[in-house]
Nanobody
Framework: QVQLVESGGGLVQPGGSLRLSCQAS????????MGWYRQAPGTKRTWVAT???????SYPNDMKGRATITQDAAKNTVYLQMSNLKPDDTAVYYC???????WGQGTQVTVSS
């Protein structure tokens, strides 16, 4: 089993930036990828970014240039940096491992003035 704990959400002003963290514990050796999805109220969960165990990032087209995913293998932690935030970025951001095999509890990000 893998446990994921997110942190770093909160209220951000439009145009601002955020950095989310997700720390994994448990069966770390079974993890081959970690990343982020997000879900706004009334919508389905959508992919934000993924990073492989080898440190190779991938993003959907609408996140390229706005989101950056990095990892600190020594801390079993991945980070999501997003800039130029817009109200449409308001959502619960979920960390995942192994493409949805494991999920964190989510952290709320609200972009509002």
């Amino acid at each position: 089993q893998v446990q994921l704990v997110e942190s770093g959400g909160g209220l951000v002003q439009p145009g601002g930036s955020l950095r989310l963290s997700c720390q994994a514990s448990g069966s770390i050796g079974s993890i081959y990828a970690m990343g982020w999805y997000r879900q706004a109220p009334g919508t389905k969960r959508t992919w934000v970014a993924t990073i492989s165990r080898e440190g190779i990032p991938s993003y959907p087209n609408d996140m390229k240039g706005r989101a950056t995913i990095t990892q600190d293998a020594a801390k079993n932690t991945v980070y999501l940096q997003m800039s130029n935030l817009k109200p449409d970025d308001t959502a619960v951001y979920y960390c995942h491992a192994n493409l949805g095999q494991y999920w964190g509890q989510g952290t709320q990000v609200t972009v509002s003035s």
